[in-house]
């Protein structure tokens, strides 16, 4: 299986195909037209993924007689701007785009939440499809139609929800990938496994060899379970408050150690040290069992990933982010823990988070230091 139906239903949408498949960008041509017929197509991508991989795309869809118009900004999250979208939005006016064009969203995460925005935008909402090309975009940032851009005072604080017409992932593009950041994407996957299904994470310390050796067939493999994943939590929970508070967990503790770093540390490893601490606190609290913390760490360190908090970040200060975090409610923490490699832990009255009091987190951090 290469191809699965996402049932994200929403007024405009009753759903769409996810397709991961080694060699689909160098074919998109043939599937583009009739997954989001349009009169012309914006390609927006970043400076390094159009370097590696815009002229093959343009050509997939020249060879199929699309008009299409490349469009590129500089990579990284600070180009995940207002000033950006204003950027593209005006090139794409200057172009003379209207309401029957559509983007295709072609990168990592900045891409997809950029160019989903542009998307989401312009001329009130124009079609889009996602074509991701890091681990962490295939299988978390293009699933589940959230699109925006960072402000000043922090991350995706501007953006709405408008899902892609399709999504198509090739995991032939992880071959130009740094491996920083295929470590990071691996530390979602993980996560995915931890929260809703063993066996997966167990293919995944089964697999981990062939995953680090990038074969295709095993890529496949790794990304297509991994979406399901994510997309049965949007799907029970489109606009957030429930089961999607699921993919959070390693996140408190994550976002918080992110901070401490000064974002200098990769998302998803500090996600992996997250996941650990996470796994700690709730072994400590009684919620998750026994053995589960050290499951995941042994399988993030051998993926390369860290897992244990820098002795350098005081706690008082991951503390104080995990407060300020928009999680957090009236005094307590709210984590989402896992009850066993593949299972939420569901907290009052089938919530899925749980309230820990600063203290219980306070120990647990001082325990499991570097
Ligand atoms: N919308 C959502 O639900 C959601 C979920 C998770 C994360 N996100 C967002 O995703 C972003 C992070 O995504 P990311 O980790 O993909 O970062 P990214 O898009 O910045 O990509 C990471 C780096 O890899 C480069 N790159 C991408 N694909 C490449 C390839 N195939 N070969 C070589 N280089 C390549 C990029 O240019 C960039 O330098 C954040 O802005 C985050 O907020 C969104
Ligand atoms: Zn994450």
Redesign the pocket.
Known sequence: VTRIRIDISTPLNSGYDVTVEPGALRTLGDSIHSLVPAHRYALIT????AQ??GGAVLSALAAAGLTTELITFS???AQ?SRETWSALTDRLLALGFGRDSAVLAL???????LA?FVAATFMRGIPYVQL???L??MI?????????V?APTG??LVGAFHQPRAVIADPE??????EV?LR??LA?AVKHGAIADSGYLAWIEAAIVSILSLDAATLTGLILPSIRIKANFVAEDTNEGGARAALNFGHTIGHAVERASSYGL???HAVAIGMVAEARLGEALGITSAGTADRLANLLRTLGLPTAIPAAYPIDQLIGFMASDKKARAGDTRFALIAQPGEMARGPAGSWTIPVPAEAVRSTLSRIRD
């Open positions: 970043d400076s390094n993924v590696h991989w990579a990284g999250e995940k990168g990592g995460g900045v891409v997809g939440d989903g991701p090309t890091t962490l975009a978390d940032a293009s699933i589940g139609g959230k699109t925006g960072d991350k995706n593009t992880l071959s130009t990938l740094p950041e990071g994407g979602e990769h998302h998803g």
